[in-house]
């Protein structure tokens, strides 16, 4: 399921799909903070530059642990686009450079709890809740490195590039003798010899290549430890100083298993996501908000479209993708209907269920129970097949509710477009 809606989310990110063209106001994924990345592989002794994180004022008394020859102080959110920005006080830019540590202090308080504008939020910006002071990074080369999950090689992959700092589909595109691919055994893992082979392609040489090497091998720990699916490091550099940094790192996890990785999960800055998503993924359910005047509650990401469509080529617009799953039960059905209908542009709710795993009488159950519990004041119109769909009906005919019964789904759709 959750690699299916996943594919929904894109589709819906893309606004194609058969009939229709939609707006869509937020897609919501597991995204870490840039100083929760880097806390995340420092864990692994992953080499990163050093820094303090101030969530208020007196945090920068901190910044003596610091010994830097430059500090760069940086506005968390996760809106790109952040060293162009404006705060909503008038003060520009979300990153900063400065030699002077009162100086350092005085940004972090003229970006921590304003609004960040750019040109990736909102109008009214993002509130500034954490900024990360570090120790800016010398940068004698850039070289790229990349773990991820790849269909092609039914497993783990390594990317690498000495052409590193850049969009790596660039290098790809125009140099593609810069990028080497090498898969992983996911039981044998990254060797010795697979790092430092991997370490001479990207061309560190002496010292340097056995610590590029042991970077890797903690890069592919900690890519094996956090369930994740990706870890992309752009750039992964060699200093001056004859380091090997992780730089900035993008990291993507896999949603299956968020059961053994709750301490990252919970990590999750909220801020930025549509309130509806986060409250309807605490109930297990799938929920995407649009700008449409119809709410849909259905089960099943593919019936979900298809109900989406429909209700467009009835001259409606959905107002929302959601997919309740096949092991729903009353109290969901609930906290969907307020999800639903805590959006005002939502003139009418459409329930489109097909029981298969799902028991048709428990939706119907539900949907009784909600009505009553929220007193619902917009048109109800219900379609309902499969498993105990007659004791379904007749819970929701003996309810004695304004409840709009549908033969199939081209009567529902009508319907629904129709009580708006």
Known sequence: MAFQISNIRNVLRLGKHVHTKWNIQSVRHLNLLEYQSKSLLEKYNVTVQKFIVADKIDDTNSLSKLNPGEY???????????????????????????????????????????????????????PVNHVMVAESVDILRETYLCILMDREYNGPVIIASPAGGMDIEDVAHKTPELIKTLPVDIFEGVTDEMANNLAEFLLFKGDLKKKAAQEIKNLWEMFLKVDAVQVEINPFVETPQGEVVSVDAKIGFDDNAKFRQQEIFNMEDTTECDPREVEANKYNLNYIGMDGN??????????????????????????????????????????????????????????????????????????VGACKRIELKVPLIVRLEGTN????????????????????????????????
């Open 389 to 420: 769909v007659d004791a379904a009906k007749q819970i929701l005919k003996d309810s004695g509710l304004p409840i709009q019964s549908a033969s199939d789904l081209d009567d529902a759709a009508q319907k629904a477009v129709a009580s708006i």
């Open 72 to 126: 760069v102080v940086k506005a968390q959110i996760l809106a790109g686009g952040r060293g162009l920005g404006v705060f909503d006080s008038g003060f520009k830019g979300g990153v900063h450079l400065t030699k002077d540590p009162v100086k350092a202090k005085s940004l972090v308080g003229e970006m921590l709890h304003k609004r960040l504008i750019t040109k990736q939020t909102p109008k009214d910006g993002i």
């Open 294 to 367: 119809i709410g849909c509650l259905v089960n099943g990401a593919g019936l979900a479209m298809a109900t989406m469509d429909i209700i467009q080529l009835y001259g409606a617009s959905p107002a929302n993708f959601l997919d309740v799953g096949g092991t729903v039960q009353e109290q969901q059905v609930l906290q969907a209907f307020q999800i639903l209908t805590s959006d005002k542009n939502v003139k009418a709710i459409l329930v489109n269920v097909f029981g298969g795993i799902v028991n048709c009488a428990t939706i119907a159950s539900g949907i």
